[in-house]
């Protein structure tokens, strides 16, 4: 194992090496900029000639980082947290004092830690140790979430652009509101099942600014980024889970569900959770829900069958067994390594199930979830001629699951169907039981489930209806005004937060406003596997170039501000993090910082091979082994800007093809504040954009997940999304992985491969 070379540690000493610069490696796993002002309009590093210099390249030592996705893993390269992360605690961490990144020693070697390593030891690796300064598992987690967002930081794998304080606004005929508000944590979708309705229909209209796909029942299948619309479908219609996220963000054992939960620590270092539920619960067509109901998806997407109906076939990856249930595929029981039955999960009795969570998975931070499931009809999923049987060493789906017609498992179908049902066909679970979905107007209409138990505090829906439409952000304000819509959830924006909050002052017997701040932002998003966006330093130097602040301002009016990392300032963490010494980079605003930092990286070539001057686009030297097929094609929207090759070695242009949401004011601010940025054309960047909708943009973006009109050529690297952190578990330990049957499987945050992961098999 070799360490890789440190060009340099902070961008203090670019304008010394800014000769070298335009040969350098690119080594992205050991340079941090710290936010220091090196603004200089110094361009000594360009020959100025017009001469080609290309013989002067020199060779990157070492340096792999763009060939990642061509070399093998576990042949060419293994992961560092696989190989050493295992029991390394957080008292063996050092930090970087300049840079604040987080360092390890393994075998003698000097490691940085990368994202998929402090992923995974941020969740995994929070045991106490001794006589160190922690004192409790929050306090290592709080540590290691410092290391984590300090990195994010570095390789800024989106822009954080602003984080805005929110208004839900309401019909006053909508009671309940202010006894039981919204938070981050708990939307109105969440808190809803508490409010009553004083309309003749006894119904509430919510609208969002997403539309429907319609895949209500599986929003997440297959991995990426559905939109909230979906999910908030999926939240509605789900329920009776045997551990429940609080109003506060965090978890809890579902008492209207769950009659007994025990764990058991086993000698092997697993651990075992029995879950006895109730028994008189019932799915929305009245009939019984028993242990098989809470079985049914984990079960069904751990195989084949379910990897061929688009699923990633992950669930239960963390449970014993898995490995060799997965590789069941009906037709080689008995080969080594596979098994019929899932060994970790048990059938006890009619309301009785237990999950064995392997030693790699546990302990964790946020065990309690490893308990956590929900109900589901097991018609839809697995047909009406499948069932779940226990013989005594594990739960198993029978035969005809594995059935196949030629190539094809005849069960594939069924989960597709499954997906992409939004009816009453089957029954759900949730407070609430889809009515009709209008697939012209996208609109859903939900009617109350009359089996639904209640949610973890005993609340059953009173509202009769629930009508979900798509808004116009634009018109929302017209449309709530009219009746169209009773609450506007997340209004935010200068204008349109002082026209909402106006029309609540001037009508108090007709409007009612609640507040909070933000658990995400919005941002410019990278896919960083293609094109320039690969590179940690364009990332950067787009960074520099933005107004963020300003932007932040301008587009809130006011209301909100900036971030510089992924993460909710409200948070017990980050406000621990800070306590502990964080210092992020907030890219203070500097065209010629970012200029520096490209020519540090070898951005100092023009289209032939000769060296930048100045003018026009910048391109990067890359030789054949340092570029893959997609980037060799890569060029602007317009193709006229390409990869050219001279001679032996490949010049990529300095192009962001960007794809922006219609209809929306953040795409409207990017035209000037990224697009036509006076910044970014001073640094030699051109940026060409696509404006469209979110569908298609989000298909561009997991290229052919939705299915909406993807090319199957990678154009784009440059999306405008928003993240947010409402979630109870803040856990991102699948999303950094630079293994390619994780990586490729929908999970990854970005197309991120960090190379400070990689041990390289020299």
């Given at each position: 194992m070799k360490k890789s070379k440190l060009l340099c540690l902070v961008l203090a000493l670019v304008m010394v090496l800014s000769l070298a610069a335009c040969g350098g490696t690119g080594d992205d796993t050991t340079n941090n900029d710290t936010g220091k002002d090196t603004s200089s309009n110094d361009t000594s590093g360009n020959d100025t000639s017009g001469n080609d210099t290309s013989d002067e390249w020199v060779e990157p030592v070492d340096d792999r980082r763009f060939i990642l996705s061509q070399s093998e893993y576990g042949v060419d390269y293994t992961d560092v947290y696989v190989t050493y992360g295992k029991g390394f605690t957080i008292d063996q961490v050092t930090e970087?004092?300049?840079?604040?990144?987080?360092?390890?020693?393994?075998?003698?070697?000097?490691?940085?830690?990368?994202?998929?390593?402090?992923?995974?030891?941020?969740?995994?690796?929070?045991?106490?140790?001794?006589?160190?300064?922690?004192?409790?598992?929050?306090?290592?987690?709080?540590?290691?979430?410092?290391?984590?967002?300090?990195?994010?930081?570095?390789?800024?794998?989106?822009?954080?652009?602003?984080?805005?304080?929110?208004?839900?606004?309401?019909?006053?005929?909508?009671?309940?509101?202010?006894?039981?508000?919204?938070?981050?944590?708990?939307?109105?979708?969440?808190?809803?099942?508490?409010?009553?309705?004083?309309?003749?229909?006894?119904?509430?209209?919510?609208?969002?600014?997403?539309?429907?796909n319609g895949r209500f029942r599986y929003p997440t299948w297959g991995g990426g980024n559905p939109p909230a619309s979906d999910l908030d479908i999926n939240s509605l219609i789900s329920g009776l889970e045997t551990v429940s996220v609080t109003k506060e963000g965090g978890y809890t054992v579902n008492p209207t569900v769950v009659d007994n939960l025990t764990e058991?620590?086993?000698?092997?270092?697993?651990?075992?959770?029995?879950?006895?539920?109730?028994?008189?619960?019932?799915?929305?067509?009245?009939?019984?829900?028993?242990?098989?109901?809470?079985?049914?998806?984990?079960?069904?997407?751990?195989?084949?069958?379910?990897?061929?109906?688009?699923?990633?076939?992950?669930?239960?990856?963390?449970?014993?067994?898995?490995?060799?249930?997965?590789?069941?595929?009906?037709?080689?029981?008995?080969?080594?390594?596979?098994?019929?039955?899932?060994?970790?999960?048990?059938?006890?009795?009619?309301?009785?199930?237990?999950?064995?969570?392997?030693?790699?998975?546990?302990?964790?931070?946020?065990?309690?979830?490893?308990?956590?499931?929900?109900?589901?009809?097991?018609?839809?999923?697995?047909?009406?001629?499948?069932?779940?049987?226990?013989?005594?060493?594990?739960?198993?789906?029978?035969?005809?699951?594995?059935?196949?017609?030629?190539?094809?498992?005849?069960?594939a179908a069924q989960i597709t169907a499954a997906v992409d049902n939004n009816d009453q066909t089957y029954p759900v679970s949730g407070p609430y039981m889809i009515d009709n979905f209008d697939q012209a107007s996208k609109v859903a209409t939900l009617v109350v489930n009359p089996y639904f138990k209640g949610n973890y505090e005993g609340v059953k829906p009173q509202i009769g209806k629930v009508v979900y439409k798509r808004i116009i952000s634009q018109t929302q304000l017209q449309d709530f005004q009219s009746g169209g819509v009773d609450v506007l959830a997340g209004v935010t924006g200068g204008t349109a937060t002082d026209e909402a909050l106006a029309l609540v002052a001037a009508n108090p017997d007709k409007y009612v406003a609640t507040h909070y701040s933000r658990a995400g932002y919005g941002k410019l998003a990278f896919r960083c596997d293609l094109g320039p966006a690969r590179f940690t330093e364009v990332r950067q130097a787009i960074a520099y170039c933005m107004d963020r602040a300003t932007f932040a301002k301008d587009f809130t009016g006011g209301y909100g501000g900036v971030v510089d990392g992924p993460y909710y300032t409200g948070s017990w963490m980050y406000q621990a993090a800070v306590a502990d010494g964080m210092v992020l980079n907030t890219y203070p605003t500097s065209a010629d910082t970012a200029i520096a930092l490209l020519e540090e990286y070898g951005w100092c070539y023009n289209a032939d091979g000769t060296h930048y001057t100045g003018d026009g686009v910048r391109y990067k030297k890359l030789s054949a082994e340092q570029i893959d097929e997609d980037e060799i094609n890569w060029a602007s929207k317009d193709g006229a800007y390409k990869v050219e090759k001279v001679g032996d070695y490949y010049y990529m242009p300095l192009v962001i093809n960007w794809y922006g949401t219609t209809e929306n004011e953040f795409t409207d601010m990017l035209v000037t504040g990224f697009q036509e940025s006076d910044n970014i054309k001073a640094i030699g960047m051109v940026v060409q954009n696509t404006f469209g909708d979110f569908n298609p943009m989000m298909d561009e973006y997991y290229q052919g997940l939705y299915e909406a009109g993807y090319s199957g050529v990678p154009v784009y690297n440059a999306f405008n999304l928003a993240t947010g952190f409402t979630s109870a578990a803040y856990d991102y330990s699948f999303n950094w992985d630079n293994d390619p049957e994780q990586y490729d499987n929908g999970y990854p945050a970005a197309y991120l491969r960090d190379m400070a992961d990689a041990i390289w098999a020299d």
């Open positions: 970087d004092p300049e840079t604040g990144l987080a360092h390890a020693t393994f075998d003698g070697v000097d490691y940085e830690l990368g994202m998929n390593f402090l992923s995974y030891a941020m969740v995994y690796n929070t045991q106490v140790p001794e006589g160190g300064r922690w004192k409790t598992e929050d306090d290592v987690y709080a540590t290691w979430w410092k290391y984590y967002v300090t990195r994010w930081n570095y390789l800024m794998p989106e822009v954080p652009l602003y984080s805005n304080e929110y208004y839900d606004i309401y019909n006053a005929q909508i009671k309940g509101v202010s006894e039981h508000p919204t938070n981050p944590f708990w939307s109105p979708i969440n808190a809803l099942v508490e409010w009553t309705s004083e309309k003749a229909d006894n119904d509430i209209i919510v609208g969002n600014s997403t539309e429907l058991t620590d086993n000698e092997d270092g697993s651990h075992t959770y029995t879950i006895k539920i109730k028994d008189d619960l019932k799915l929305s067509d009245g009939s019984p829900i028993t242990a098989k109901n809470y079985l049914v998806t984990l079960l069904m997407n751990c195989g084949p069958v379910s990897v061929q109906a688009g699923g990633n076939g992950t669930s239960g990856l963390s449970i014993q067994g898995y490995a060799a249930y997965h590789a069941y595929d009906g037709t080689n029981a008995g080969a080594e390594g596979v098994s019929r039955t899932f060994s970790g999960v048990r059938l006890l009795d009619d309301y009785t199930f237990s999950v064995t969570v392997t030693s790699d998975y546990y302990p964790y931070f946020y065990g309690i979830t490893y308990a956590g499931f929900s109900p589901e009809s097991m018609e839809l999923w697995l047909g009406d001629d499948v069932d779940i049987k226990d013989d005594g060493e594990g739960c198993y789906l029978t035969d005809a699951w594995y059935a196949k017609n030629g190539d094809t498992y005849t069960h």
